[in-house]
């Protein structure tokens, strides 16, 4: 069974992250979204905001933190 997914829009984190990579699917917009990213993990949450990208209407992610991945 596959999950539902979510469209979303990431602002804000490090001014290298690509822009294809702003818009995400995620599964809960409620729960920290983590991007990999180089050698860690960007993270992501919804605080309720929402804006217009090309006429669509998405959830804005914005940046919260960098952790780095775990060897």
């Not at 990579?21 to 920290?32: K, L, M, P, S, W």
């Not at 949450?45 to 952790?67: F, I």
């Amino acid at each position: 069974m596959s999950q539902s997914q979510f469209k979303v829009i990431l602002l804000g984190g490090p001014p290298h992250l690509p822009a294809d990579r702003r818009i995400q699917r995620v599964v809960a917009v409620e729960e920290t979204f983590k991007l990999p990213l180089g050698a860690g993990y960007e993270h992501f949450r919804h605080q309720g905001e929402n804006t217009s990208v090309d006429g669509e209407d998405l959830p804005v992610m914005r940046w919260v933190m960098h952790t780095a991945i775990a060897e």
